[in-house]
């Protein structure tokens, strides 16, 4: 009697080979391409503000105010005269800025929390749930208001905000994307060969959810770049005369029937960095097969 010998899982990919895969999925997909592509634009906006504009995003002058678009102010001026095509410029960096650094965080403690809650399980997975769903339960902007009224303004108290809203469902889409991945052969024999929950988790299960974590980003991103800028048209976020596109908004919208593009160039901008972030991680998500309510989001 022949018996079928199975063969064992194979080991996670190298480097390079998962960079290959990447950029190999990267360029089949449209809508992924198109959506960095507008990402791209933005972020050389950003760095480039100084070079495209000569005027100074807070600098008042209040002879030039409510102008229209013309030769020498392109979309216009609001009403303390400053120019409106510079702050929206400018702008960019603020939002960017903030916005990376605080997706950066969120995704980062997301992702450990959650490939931790994976690999321990038992207690510390259960009441992990319990204090995530506690938290999940505060309605998302409440809970920015709650730390913004709580500690103040300003980028590093909206960075942390920023975390305590989003990174539990960070940590519930990383943590079913981890569960795949942790009974595999070579987690089991890492664990048998005595190694720290850190060294399995950089070396055996971050490598193998990658893809997730980087549709994660993309989505999170997104949701960060319009919360921030809701922060700012409520007055909780950037400080006047601070170029900010929801500030830009808040400032400008009882003169919208004067100077409708001091209110609205704003809002393209944000309009299409949000298109171009979801773009990308909708093309990454169906590139990569990642399923997002599968994972827990």
Known sequence: MTTLDTAPPAPPATAPARAARAWRTLRSSRAAVIGLAIVGVHVLIAVLAPLLTSYDPIANDSSHALLGPGWDHWAGTDQYGRDVLARVLYGGRYALGVSVAATLVTVALGTVVGCAAALRGGWFDDVLGRVLDAVLAVPSILALLVVVT??????????????????????????????????????TAARARGESTWSILRREVLPNITDVVCVEFAMRASWVVLLISSLSF???????????????????????????????????????????????????SKAWGVDRIREGS
């Open 234 to 284: 409520l007055g909780f976020g950037a400080d006047p005369p601070t170029p900010d596109w929801g500030l830009m908004v808040a400032e400008n919208r009882t003169a919208i029937t004067v100077v409708p593009m001091a209110s609205l160039a704003p809002i393209i901008a944000l309009a299409t960095l949000v298109v171009g972030l979801n773009l990308a991680a909708d093309g990454l």
């Open 150 to 187: 709580a500690l103040g303004t300003g980028p590093a108290v909206i960075v942390l905000a920023i975390a305590v809203v989003y990174v539990p469902q960070v940590v519930r889409v990383v943590r079913g994307a981890a569960l795949a991945v942790v009974p595999a052969d070579y987690v």
